[in-house]
């Protein structure tokens, strides 16, 4: 089975990168404020087209002060599916989900992101040796890939999943074909972004703060020993990296690799 | 508006519900549950056992005394569950409709179509873990006939509104008083609880006896320039938002001071930053928009702390009836915060109004 390789990027002067991929993945899950305005869509929309590249587009968790964005933002790409080349939307939100099924975009296949798919990703799992053979297996496991979700999966046609590379390794359940995303798993994340706001005055994390876009000017690596590995804060979302792939990626359905390096920059 | 208080014995259940609470919620991690996976896998987001209890017999007399008050019990099945654990899962929800519990707390979604198709007289209700952040969000829950949503911890009173104003056919709560998590419970898939995985009884000892209850306190004591600076790194917390981190900072430009930014980032992940918020302030919008229950979290605190938790939002949903104007409100609220709780407010606050 050929393993196709995707890019992920999210800023629109990395668009050439993905000239040297088979698949661009474009956009953002974590953050609503980083949307890519109408104009900018569309103009990453005509690039995929006229290079004829397949194209995912990642749409992210959202509160209803942002879904009148994404609803025009999938329009638009609505109106293009006919010419977009295989082209999927990776959704991380049910009411996200909900409304990209009544719109029943033509020839579009919709993947479950990684806010669904809920692995546990805490990067101590795989160091810790009081667990069960049953408890590690439920860490390798993740609940939307069960028999029981099978008839949402059904319900809403998704048709694939989109998962980490954690360090604990994968076991699947069902055979949904599935991507990797490597090098960087996310952890945790919060509407309480860290840093918006936070280089310029001292501030109570849960005070709600207009966004800056601080997550742009700002690398920031944290280090705690007991955590196995540095984690790394983007904005609103921690993340570690792990570079190591699984052996087993058929065995896993995993047919897909995403190279996440460029989100982080 | 009712109150939802958290329990973890049959001896809080007389007194939360004296106190004034009409709902209560517990979890249950069962021998069988236990023996197999350990505590860090819960079938609830508790993962200690002081926050849980352990036999079905106890959930029945819990279920039959607080009916006989007049209190519903609503059981917190909101992990994520595998097919490895179907039977064990099916064990819980069997014995629990057995108990008569009065709702399913949930969040996965295989589970929501479980409980669905088993048409139970139980109803369902989303967790926080369900990520209700949008109306269609709301209205994809109304579609599986929900009966009920918490809202997660970050939406906002204003954003509450619109979402309630769309839907017809579910209640909704929201958290009131203590846990705050910076991170979304939803999203957020670090591991708690090792500790106790690890040290077993000891850490037990300590959560039962109300170590960390003690510490709170002494925090909450300080002056919040001083706690603010405070984590534990070497004691016995192991939950990765209240560790002590080195922060690395690397600006893009280097004119870009971070002094500032470090400092932030410091109190975002200090004890402080995540413990015992209070969302008081806003019960009378709450009550203006229509929302159902507030919510009171905390199931492994002391019965004297969940019952003055009880006492003090109850104090203040009777205080709507007097129709204070805003600022009397806010003195009100404050003057009761002293009473019960021996300090002025904190100002730790769930929902912070914008400045």
Redesign the interface.
């Known amino acids: 089975m050929k393993i196709e390789k995707a890019v992920f990027i999210n800023k629109i002067d990395d668009l050439p990168i993905s000239l040297a991929y088979d698949r661009v993945y474009y956009g953002h899950e974590f953050c609503e404020y980083l949307l890519p305005s109408e104009n900018e869509f569309k103009h990453i929309l005509d690039f995929v087209i006229a290079n004829n590249l397949p194209f995912t587009f990642v749409t992210p968790?959202?509160?209803?002060?942002k879904?009148n964005l994404l609803d025009k933002l999938t329009d638009t790409a609505a109106e293009k599916a006919a010419v977009l080349n295989k082209f999927e939307i990776v959704v991380n939100?049910?009411?996200?989900?909900?409304?990209i099924s009544q719109k029943n975009i033509q020839s579009t296949v919709i993947a479950a992101g990684r806010?669904m798919t809920?692995?546990?990703?805490?990067p101590?799992?795989k160091y810790?040796s009081?667990?069960?053979e049953?408890?590690k297996?439920?860490?390798m496991?993740?609940?939307?890939?069960?028999?029981?979700?099978?008839?949402?999966i059904k319900d809403f046609n998704i048709q694939r999943f989109e998962l980490d590379n954690v360090a604990q390794g994968i076991i699947r359940?069902s055979k949904t074909p599935a991507s990797l995303y490597t090098p960087f798993c996310?952890?945790?994340?919060?509407?309480?972004c860290?840093?918006a706001q936070?280089?310029?005055?001292?501030?109570?994390?849960?005070?709600?703060c207009g966004c800056f876009m601080e997550c742009?000017?700002?690398?920031?690596?944290?280090?705690?020993d007991?955590?196995k590995t540095d984690?790394y804060?983007k904005g609103n979302t921690?993340f570690y990296r792990n570079d190591v792939l699984p052996q087993n990626l058929q065995n896993t359905y995993i047919d897909r690799i995403v190279i996440t390096e460029n989100i982080l920059k | 508006m009712k109150i939802l208080a958290p329990i973890n014995s049959i001896s809080d259940v007389e007194p939360v519900i004296k106190a004034g609470a009409t709902e209560l919620f517990c979890g249950i991690i069962p021998k069988t549950w236990n023996d197999k996976y350990g505590s860090t896998v819960s079938p609830n987001r508790r993962e200690w056992a002081s926050a849980n209890i352990t036999a079905y017999e106890q959930l029945n007399d819990i279920v039959e005394l607080a009916h006989k008050l007049n209190g519903q019990i609503f059981l917190t099945l909101n992990a994520l569950y595998v097919d490895e654990q179907k039977d064990l899962l099916d064990d819980i929800i069997k014995n629990a409709v057995k108990c008569k519990v009065d709702a399913f707390i949930v969040a996965d979604i295989g589970l929501i179509y479980k409980l669905k198709s088993m048409n139970l007289k139980q109803e369902i209700h989303i967790s926080t873990g369900g990520t209700t952040f949008n109306s269609h969000t709301a209205k994809f829950y109304e579609n599986l006939d929900i009966q009920r949503i918490t809202f997660p911890r970050h939406v906002q009173p204003e954003q509450m509104k619109a979402i309630v104003s769309e839907t017809k056919n579910i209640k909704y709560e929201v958290f009131i008083l203590n846990s705050g998590c910076k991170n979304v419970d939803g999203y957020c898939t670090f591991l708690h609880g090792m500790k106790e995985q690890k040290n077993g009884y000891i850490w037990k000892f300590l959560k039962k006896a109300n170590f960390d209850r003690l510490v709170l306190r002494i925090l909450h004591s300080l002056p919040q320039d001083i706690s603010n600076k405070i984590n534990f790194s070497c004691s016995g917390v192991d939950s990765p938002c209240l560790m002590k981190y080195d922060f690395n900072i690397l600006p893009k430009n280097n004119t870009i001071k971070t002094d500032i930014l470090s400092k932030n980032l410091k109190s975002f992940f200090s004890l402080m930053s995540g413990v015992d918020p209070c969302g008081a302030c806003r019960i009378k919008e709450f009550n203006d928009i229509g929302i159902h229950s507030l919510k009171i979290v905390g199931r492994n605190y002391s019965k004297n702390k969940k019952v003055k938790d009880v006492l003090f939002i109850g104090d203040i949903i009777k205080k709507l009836g007097d129709n204070l104007n805003d600022d009397d409100f806010k003195r009100y609220i404050k003057k009761q915060y002293k009473y019960y709780y021996g300090l002025n407010c904190q100002k730790l606050c769930y929902y912070p109004y914008e400045n």
């Not at chain 1, 968790?61 to 002060?65: E, H, Q």
């Not at chain 1, 996310?186 to 309480?192: A, D, E, N, Q, V």
């Not at chain 1, 742009?216 to 705690?224: A, R």
């Open positions: 968790t959202i509160s209803n002060d879904i939100d049910f009411g996200v989900l909900r409304l806010l809920k692995q546990k990703r805490d101590r799992i810790i009081a667990l069960s049953s408890a297996n439920y860490y496991s993740f609940s939307l890939d069960s028999e029981a979700s099978s008839d949402f359940q996310y952890i945790s994340t919060t509407k309480l860290y840093l936070a280089d310029k005055k001292e501030r109570y994390l849960r005070q709600k742009q000017n700002y690398d920031v690596y944290m280090k705690n007991k955590m984690l804060l921690i």
